[in-house]
């Protein structure tokens, strides 16, 4: 027989001598896991726990507290039999993924779906799912009292590959002390936001050529990253990552009023990277072809270049087939 069991025992046994008394109740819960104590505590709704949830989310003692207050039901009197019930039914409505196991097969939306919960704010979470129960977070808060539910948890945010973005996705929602129905509101709200952002992306400007190769997708996220408009959390630690990295940040830029100008620029700016890039490689070519040419020929050859708007060697093989009609 395991400690917490005999722990369990010994409390019910003093229990019948003494009543429900609080100290008794405070044994228990300081045998329930970490996790559990905090679903139990939110599921009880308390307008101030929700408040301070950030604050004290890693402290047993103070969850403990407020779940003794939240169930008492007369001056010093509390309900064992409640509290053993709640923490029961907190242990039993884990979050399932079956949600989010659609993001296992799209690469693009599982990268989105990883950076929203990593800068997930508390006060955002409590705003979606308690909005009615809340009193200290408000669209003029502090910004210095914003606290991401990932630094709670302690969340490694240096993740590389779809498996391990899909992985602490799952941490994240796991973590969360809300019952399995309120997270699938989440992350319903997420999904929402995300396909919206991609429909704007789609109709309003042409993202292909961006995202068409590696070399696109590298030259984008250093066109933004000069114009600071590019997350340092985003910056992908590997090559395959970039292209999701990539769509991730402009979805995040769509709602931005001058979006469709930014894309159009960057779009422009890859376009005349490659105009110049085709410069060059017709240069080198016209290069070899003038290589064995006198200076005069080199310098008529350019005058009809520029006159007719030909390429040396498209010229240059306007002449061989010119002189081998006069031979034939």
Known sequence: MNDERVKMMRIKSAQALAGDATELIKEY??????HILRRTLISLNLTIAN?????IANNAPEIINFICSGVAY????????KIVRLVKDAGDDAFSDSCITWLKNDNEACHYFWWALIHLE???VFKLLRADNIHRYSDVEDQRRAVLVSDTFEINRLTAGHKERYKSILTILNSLPFANTEINILT???SRHYKERKEICRSEVNMTSLIKSKESVS???RYLQKKNMFSADLVPLTESDNKYALTTQLYLLSREDKFETLVTSLTKAWSQKKVREKRKETDKKQTAVLSGLSK?????LKELSKKHSMSHSELMELAVQSLFKQIR
């Open 122 to 124: 508390w006060k955002d």
């Open 74 to 81: 007369d001056k010093n009197k509390y309900s064992f039999d």
């Open 188 to 190: 319903s709200y997420l």
């Open 296 to 300: 005069e020929s080199i310098r008529m």
């Open 51 to 55: 408040s301070l949830f950030p604050q």
């Open 219 to 221: 030259f984008s996220i």
């Open 29 to 34: 819960l300081s045998t329930v896991p970490l």
